[in-house]
């Protein structure tokens, strides 16, 4: 599977921003996906994860209510909607995916997913 993040930028603290990645050559439709994120000098973290159903979902708890994980196993693409941005949330995003035979699993450890998109930068100024 190959991931390609997209939809990075500069949004001001409240705003919103919609992330993207856009899968290929894998089974995209059997794999749970996430959204960790990566600040300067700060390991990567956890943000958001989703079954490959889409039906169960978790989330970092800095982020509950204000982002929204998402896929269209249509278009072999998952989503991030960035909502009430705030300056703590600027990091660079990378998505990731974790190909597995358990529909509502929905994985949060870095290590337990196997592939990664390159990573798209996200700038909250206040």
């Known amino acids: 599977v190959q991931l390609q993040a997209s939809g990075g930028g500069l949004v001001q603290a409240g705003g919103s921003l919609r992330l993207s990645c856009a899968a290929s050559?894998?089974?995209?439709?059997?794999?749970?996906m996430g959204w960790f994120r990566q600040a300067p000098g700060k390991e990567r973290d956890f943000v958001a994860a989703?079954?490959?159903?889409?039906?169960?979902?978790r989330y970092a708890d800095s982020v509950k209510g204000r982002f929204t994980i998402s896929r269209d196993n249509n278009k072999d693409t998952m989503y991030l909607q960035i909502d009430s941005a705030k300056p703590e949330d600027t990091a660079v995003y990378y998505c990731?995916?974790?190909?597995?035979?358990?529909?509502?699993?929905?994985?949060?450890?870095?290590?337990?997913?196997?592939?990664w998109g390159q990573g798209t930068q996200v700038t909250v100024s206040s």
């Open positions: 050559g894998g089974a995209f439709s059997r794999a749970a």
């Open positions: 990731a995916a974790r190909p597995s035979l358990n529909v509502n699993w929905v994985p949060t450890i870095t290590d337990t997913f196997g592939y």
């Open positions: 989703i079954s490959w159903n889409g039906g169960n979902t």
